[in-house]
Each structure stands twice: as structure tokens, then as C-alpha cells.
Nanobody, 121 residues
């Protein structure tokens, strides 16, 4: 089992920045690829970013590429999502995930409870 706890969400003006954190505990080695998803009201949940165990491989959704950066500190069992130049359309509940890669497919095994990000225009 892996437990994930997100923090760092909040209200920010458009153009501002936020950094989300996700603290992982438990058998993190069993689900080494960490990621972020988000879900806005009345919208489908969507992939945001993922990062390999070593941190050497990252993937982003086109909608956040160049604005968001995912990173991890394995010594602290924590993954981060640095979000810059935020837009109102980034408003969503952000979820941390832990999973594995199957080829190009990111299979999520565990989810956090989510942290709300609201971007005002």
C-alpha cells in the first residue's frame, strides 16, 4: 500500500504561481512513477504530468507544457508540481498518483485525496 497526501493548493490570480507537494509513504518502490492529474467541475479528469523514479524522465500534457514542472525528492518521498503563469482554466482539484509504466501507458495504482487550485481572472 502507498499513501499519498497533497498540499499547497489555494487561490491565486492569473499569471501567478503555486507549488503543490505530495508526500508518499508505504511501499513506494512498488509504484515508482509519480504523477499529477486534475479534474475541473463538470469536466473529465485529465493527466497533467508524470515523473520516473530517477527523475530523469518527465512527461507533460500539452496544456501545461512550458508552464508546469514536475520534480521529486526521493530522500523525502515527495513529488512536486511547480505551476507558473497560471490561467483560469487551470482551476481544478489536483490529484497526486503513484503507479507504473506499461510501455507508454501510465498505470495508476494509488491516488491522493486531492488539493484544490483556483485561479482568478
Amino acid at each position: 500500500q502507498v499513501q499519498l497526501v497533497e498540499s499547497g493548493g489555494g487561490l491565486v490570480q492569473a499569471g501567478g504561481s503555486l507549488t503543490l507537494s505530495c508526500a508518499a509513504s508505504g511501499r513506494t518502490f512498488s509504484s515508482p512513477v509519480m504523477g499529477w492529474f486534475r479534474q475541473a467541475p463538470r469536466k473529465e479528469r485529465e493527466f497533467v504530468a508524470r515523473i520516473s523514479w530517477s527523475g530523469g524522465s518527465t512527461t507533460y500534457a500539452d496544456s501545461v507544457k512550458g508552464r508546469f514542472t514536475i520534480s521529486r525528492d526521493n530522500a523525502k518521498n515527495t513529488v512536486y508540481l511547480q505551476m507558473n503563469n497560471l490561467k483560469p482554466e487551470d482551476t481544478a482539484n489536483y490529484y497526486c498518483t503513484a503507479g507504473r509504466m506499461g510501455g507508454d501507458w501510465y498505470s495508476t495504482d494509488y491516488w491522493g485525496q486531492g488539493t484544490q487550485v483556483t485561479v482568478s481572472s
